[in-house]
């Protein structure tokens, strides 16, 4: 029910930088947790960041420093900035989101993944 949109993606030289987006939409949700993962051939998704809907974030320790995640909550969307990229920075980036829906007095939670969007970052 809620999709997944990302962009930003693409080809840089280390040191350089990129900017991912995410936007999310749907009908009656509320976001709960937002955030990037990401994935290289024949390896684990891993957690790259996250922020909740209060502004906590969360940072996998091999970016701290370099990435900044952030989000427009009246806009549904994410954005991962990313600086000083190395080659192993080089994966497939997922966007990720946990959201809450309310019907009455019920509610439940569910997630949604982004197709993925190529970063490579060349030496």
């Known amino acids: 029910q809620v999709q997944l949109v990302e962009s930003g993606g693409g080809l840089v030289q280390a040191g350089g930088s990129l900017r991912l987006s995410c936007a999310a939409s749907?009908?009656?949700?509320?976001?709960?947790?937002m955030g990037w993962y990401r994935q290289v051939p024949g390896k684990q998704r891993e957690l790259v960041a996250t922020i909740t809907s209060g502004g906590t974030t969360n940072y996998a320790d091999d970016v701290k420093g370099r990435f900044t995640i952030s989000s427009d909550n009246a806009k549904n969307t994410v954005d991962l900035q990313m600086i000083s990229l190395k080659p192993e920075d080089t994966a497939v980036y997922y966007c990720?989101?946990?959201?809450?829906?309310?019907?009455?007095?019920?509610?439940?939670?569910?997630?949604?993944w982004g197709q993925g969007t190529q970063v490579t970052v060349s030496a």
């Open positions: 749907g009908t009656s949700f509320s976001i709960t947790t």
């Open positions: 990720y989101l946990v959201y809450k829906k309310v019907m009455g007095t019920v509610w439940y939670t569910d997630n949604s």
